[in-house]
């Protein structure tokens, strides 16, 4: 433990010690507890004699947030690094205080403050009822995102550790749009013409993450500061294409639902 500590105060990126949620990782390990245990336990209970919240202008407005929230985290990862200077090949992170790195940085943080957002996607589906789509695939989901990316923004705010991030506020766009425009009602329903693309944008997603990261185990000379975050990034995109593949596999080969178990977003949609 004491070793532990010891490089976590060495290692660490000394410019976001102060900032929200980022001295420890103990704080953000207990809301994550909290999380899991209400949604796959506290929460149902709770809800089993209830009727189901009616949440629909909550839903909208949640929706279109995450929407204007990506949009933004979208435009400040181009503007910190990766359309104003990246190579989209070795690029490393930059530790210093220039207005551009710390831009990056601030960026990283608000992204991964992001998945605490969205932990409410959940929390949503506990007090509709939607227990079916409480599944381990997306807990899991939810929860190792948010845990982990502490520990990116703690010690490696930028650099091509981040490319993954840009392109899930892309998807997310799309995604959020989607739940928006459904929990508007059926009257915007027409405007809902593209979901059967949104499995292939995920695809493409983890494809895009997983060839650009890929990218790092072919080079000769990158001098990246922690690549131990490029292999969790890699593990990331390679199960999650994997997931989704197979998702596509049951839905438009076999014309078959998934498992409870292994869900994606795309039935997630069908309860918005």
Request: hydrophobic residues 45%; aromatic residues 22%.
């Amino acid at each position: 433990i004491t070793c532990g500590l010891f490089l976590l105060i060495i290692l660490s990126d000394p410019r976001v010690e102060d900032w929200f949620l980022m001295s420890s990782p103990l704080p953000q390990t207990v809301i994550i507890g909290a999380y899991i245990y209400f949604v796959t336990s506290l929460g149902p209970k709770l809800m089993e004699n209830r009727k189901p919240f009616d949440l629909k202008q909550i839903m909208v407005v949640y929706n279109f947030s995450m929407v204007a929230f990506s949009l933004y985290m979208c435009y400040e990862f181009l503007m910190s690094g990766w359309a104003t200077g990246y190579s989209f090949h070795c690029d490393i992170v930059d530790y210093s205080r220039s207005p551009q790195a710390l831009r990056m940085a601030w960026t990283c943080w608000l992204y991964y403050f992001s998945k605490f957002i969205e932990l409410l996607d959940t929390i949503f589906f506990v007090l509709r009822k939607k227990n079916s789509q409480i599944t381990f695939l997306h807990v899991y989901h939810h929860s190792i995102m948010a845990w982990t990316w502490w520990f990116g923004v703690k010690f490696a705010p930028g650099g091509l550790g981040t490319f993954h991030a840009l392109v899930n506020c892309v998807v997310h766009i799309f995604m959020y749009s989607y739940y928006g425009l459904s929990a508007l009602g059926s009257t915007y329903h027409k405007f809902l013409w593209w979901k059967k693309y949104m499995t292939t944008i995920q695809l493409v997603q983890f494809v895009m993450v997983t060839l650009h990261i890929g990218q790092f185990f072919f080079m000769e000379d990158c001098p990246y500061q922690f690549p131990v975050f490029l292999y969790i990034i890699s593990l990331y995109g390679i199960s999650f294409l994997y997931l989704f593949l197979n998702f596509w596999y049951y839905a438009y080969t076999k014309g078959q639902r998934l498992p409870n178990t292994v869900k994606t977003s795309r039935e997630k949609m069908k309860d918005q």
